[in-house]
């Protein structure tokens, strides 16, 4: 059974940093595509960044001044630098393996709780 775990969130003052981790295991096989998601309180789940196995991207608009994606070459663990962040991107990050580069896959993890104090 194909599991995904992130790390790395926590609670951070705006204007902070933080790097949220993911990997993943049982899967037996490299994810094309991976990504992260979040959900803030009072919208629906966003995504916020996607990467291919070849390290091609695709970062949420609204995001891509702050927050950087990066994978483990031919690996199924990938990263979410996130900087500058303000209290509206507080919520829970997901971790996301399979689909497209613009469509999430159908394996999520649990996901990781991303406070920012203002």
């Known amino acids: 059974q194909v599991q995904l775990v992130e790390s790395g969130g926590g609670f951070v003052q705006a204007a902070g940093s933080l790097r949220l981790s993911c990997e993943t295991s049982?899967?037996?096989?490299?994810?094309?595509?991976m990504g992260w998601y979040r959900r803030v309180p009072g919208k629906e789940r966003e995504l916020v960044a996607r990467?291919?196995?070849?390290?091609?991207?695709s970062v949420n608009e609204s995001l891509k001044a702050r927050f950087t994606i990066s994978r483990v070459k031919d690996d199924n663990i990938i990263y979410l630098q996130m900087n500058n962040l303000k209290p509206e991107d507080t919520g829970v990050y997901y971790c996301?393996?399979?689909?497209?580069?613009?469509?999430?896959?159908?394996?999520w993890g649990q996901g990781t709780q991303v406070t920012v104090s203002s």
């Open positions: 996301n393996g399979g689909g497209t580069l613009n469509n999430a896959g159908a394996d």
């Open positions: 049982g899967a037996g096989y490299v994810f094309n595509y």
């Open positions: 990467i291919g196995r070849n390290g091609t991207s």
